[in-house]
């Protein structure tokens, strides 16, 4: 059997670290399994779903490499739930509600008061055809809510191990508004028939409604999927993400030249028993992706750790996979140049300003105690620069000025490159070459 999985987000808003978690679980699951991804837009919600998020969430996912193979929207397949309601309907299992919402809230704090858990009493169960037809001219429109059976619903989850829920402790979930609308909880059961899912990969706060979900598959088909509920992400201090999602967007991590790789190696390896380490492709990270590595401890996601690896990640990132991105920056120098400044940087926007740096015209910075000693260093350079001119440049320069470490080389670092820090000097002369080394060595413009 051949592994299809969903990754089911709403349009309501742009994809966050958390949910691409899932995203990406997913993914790598079935990339190593083999099989099918699909995504799928739960957009029942039609008032806070929009398009422009729609876009936005197949925007993220393609840019992160988290391509599926097939997707739909919710909002096509109303006809199904429908369907899916009716043959409910017809086997007892989903009946109208006529409690206001003010009505519910009374009851539940009634039932606190006495010290009993606010499950819903099923009232309306009990409610004659009479009854019914009163509250219908009230103008009482109903909800409609599913008969759970009361017994223990158990599953062996991929990654909890054996679950059990006890349907007695829980309400019965509503599946229809008032209003008619759909909640997420039949659709998706549909759609997971459907699809014939074969694996429900999603967060844990769904464990709880897998025990509802389970007992609706099991009253519309034969068809049951395995699940893995995986622990919610939390910050480094151990606390929730919620309040940080804003930032913690995926549009907003590539606006701050976060690659996806980096990304997505944190993602796939926090919370897991493998080391967290940077994997420069998705093969390599499914290849290693098993549920058995992740732990049931929550993840921890630190923006400094991804700052790391995105920084790994560019050190040793081939020319040929930047090529294309050096070039719309309008990147000069080639592979060389490439090679010589990737250990330096920690965001691939900062390769522009070591090309400005390298290929612009640039005053040479100079204090004036160094003013001689760099003018010195000048003359004495070679026009003919190859591998050796700097060791041997410098070389003399020490014997000569009897300069030596920083006194050395910061001022020719400096009069060279106007930082502090940077790429291997012997290098960047090559890069710079005799004429523009010499120019910035006078403090003049080269
Ligand atoms: N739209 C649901 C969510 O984002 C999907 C949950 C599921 O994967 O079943 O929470």
Known sequence: ??????????????????????ALLNHLFVREQGGEFILRID??????????YENGIREDLSWLGLEWDSSFSQSRKFDAYDAAASKLREMGLLYACY??????????????VAGKPPIYNRASLELSDDQKEEYRREGRLPHWRFKLSGGIVTWNDLVRGE?????????????????????????????DIDAKITHVIRGEDHVTNSGAQIEIFRALSDHLPEFAHTPLLVGKDGKGLSKRLGSLSIAQLREDGLEPMAICSLLGKIGTSDPVEIRDNMQVLASEFSFDKVSRAPARFDEDELAMLNAKLLNNMPYERVKERLDDLGVQGGEDFWKLIRANINKFGETAGWSVMAFA????????????FCALAADA??????????????SYLKETTGRKGKS??????????????????????????????????RGQTG
């Open 1 to 22: 059997m051949s592994v299809i999985v969903r990754f089911a987000p709403s349009p309501t808003g742009r994809l966050h670290v958390g949910n691409v978690r899932t």
């Open 43 to 52: 957009d029942t919600d039609l008032e806070r779903s929009t398009e422009e």
């Open 99 to 112: 409690e206001t919402a003010e009505e519910l809230d009374k009851q539940r704090k009634l039932q606190r």
């Open 163 to 191: 679950q059990s829920i006890d349907t007695s402790s829980l309400s019965d979930p509503v599946l229809i508004r008032g209003d008619g609308s759909y909640l997420y909880t039949l659709p998706s059961v549909v759609d």
């Open 361 to 372: 015209p640039m005053a040479g910075q100079i204090e004036p105690e160094d003013a001689e």
């Open 381 to 394: 350079l070679s026009d003919e620069l190859d591998a050796d001119s700097w060791g041997k440049w410098t």
């Open 408 to 441: 050395l080389f910061m001022p020719l670092r400096m009069a060279l490159t106007g930082r502090a820090r940077g790429p291997e000097m012997d290098k960047m002369l090559l890069i710079l070459g005799a004429e523009k080394t010499k120019a910035r060595l």
